[in-house]
């Protein structure tokens, strides 16, 4: 909604929209879905984690070869998770990098002090499949591959069913980070073949932060008894718990749960995968002709941006000041990203949460009254 007497724009409960890669703007019923407080042994709290699993498969159409394990903590604590788990102590992991998510993942290994080896492209340039193909080829000690699904530094969308059919063809495991794409690009685990896929609560299901999930090919899983080095991060372990009594090992995140049901009650009632990622899509071709259109330049090209988080080179205009900018669109009601580049000066826009047309025109009207404000009247 709009209050016309200051011209700021907010959200039904009276915070700024957000356009950013998450935590997001969520509904008004996702958050008052938390306004409860259940007991984490409660009957009616032990049917809803249920629930809650069989959706997340669903949502890869894995049902009777894939489960799911949730996880408390933020999407990088499943991250973690996964590769401690599926890469035993004696294994060797094969990192695909384009961004700091990546960059990342190399980092938990060492940190595991698991073997890998990095195969890294420039952070707006997808992985190089050709490239896999033959570091697998010469390198049979190479066990799992992991990919990051979009990568959020640049907002770039890797070419997951061709690395996918590469590791399947060699015979190794696929492991996937889709926090920024989970529930909003297609990811059918009938036409991709992958051991495990994390995701996180705040991302594209709209749920508010504070847990992670994996879903994982059960076969896969089984193989994973005594991996991990953690014992709060043991997938393995949470998974037979709940197999046991359906509960969490220790405390879940009750309220942040409600309001993960609630979110995916409304993700079904748009359609899923589809519904989503089409308003997503949307969001991302209006957003991206309107900066365009003020002069603003995306880092990437169309057919590589995926409709998640978009990077704009930072204008070269003496006039422009990004703090300023920054600031002055939360004024007005609209929060944004800085960049995580190392390859250009930039800043990102989110297009995912509860938005639409209507915020993404709103906050390009915000941009245009700030460039105004600057003296400028194009980018450059």
Request: glycine share 8%; with cysteine; aromatic share 8%.
């Amino acid at each position: 909604m709009t209050d016309d007497t200051n011209n700021v724009s907010s959200t039904p409960s009276g915070d700024p929209w957000l356009l950013t890669p998450g935590p997001l703007t969520t509904s008004l019923s996702v958050k008052q879905a938390m306004l409860h407080d259940y007991g984490s042994r409660d009957a009616t709290f032990i049917d809803l984690n249920a629930r809650i699993l069989e959706r997340l498969v669903a949502i890869v159409n894995g049902a009777g070869n894939y489960v799911s394990v949730p996880l408390q903590g933020s999407g990088t604590f499943v991250v973690e998770a996964m590769i401690g788990n599926f890469v035993p102590a004696d294994g060797k992991l094969l990192i695909l990098i384009n961004g700091a998510y990546g960059q990342r993942i190399a980092k938990i290994c060492d940190y595991y002090k698991r073997d890998y080896r990095v195969q890294e492209s420039a952070e707006d340039v997808p992985v190089d499949t050709a490239q896999l193909d033959a570091t697998l080829d010469a390198n049979p000690d190479i066990g799992h591959v992991v990919v990051v699904h979009c990568e959020t530094t640049s907002g770039i969308l890797n070419p997951i069913k061709e690395v996918s059919e590469i590791v399947a063809r060699h015979k190794r495991s696929l492991l996937i980070d889709s926090m920024s794409a989970f529930g909003a690009l297609p990811l059918d685990a009938q036409e991709i073949e992958f051991d495990a896929v994390v995701a996180s609560s705040n991302k594209c299901l709209e749920g508010a932060p504070g847990m992670g999930f994996c879903v994982a090919r059960e076969t896969a899983l089984e193989q994973t008894e005594g991996n991990s080095p953690s014992l709060v991060l043991d997938l393995y372990d949470q998974w037979r718990a709940m197999q046991k009594n359906r509960q969490w090992r220790f405390t879940p995140p009750t309220h942040v749960l409600l309001a993960f049901d609630q979110a995916l009650t409304e993700f079904e009632a748009e359609d899923g995968v589809a519904g989503r990622g089409g308003r997503y899509r949307a969001n991302c071709d209006l957003l991206v002709a309107g900066m365009r259109a003020m002069g603003f330049k995306t880092l990437l090209p169309d057919e590589l941006q995926a409709p998640i988080i978009i990077t704009f080179h930072m204008p070269t205009n003496p006039e422009f000041d990004f703090n300023a900018f920054y600031d002055g669109l939360k004024d007005q009601g609209y929060v944004i990203y800085p960049g995580k580049l190392t390859v250009a000066d930039s800043f990102r826009m989110g297009c995912i949460g509860r938005i639409d047309a209507e915020q993404v025109n709103g906050a390009l009207d915000a941009v245009a009254q700030l460039l105004t404000r600057f003296g400028i009247e194009q980018i450059t």
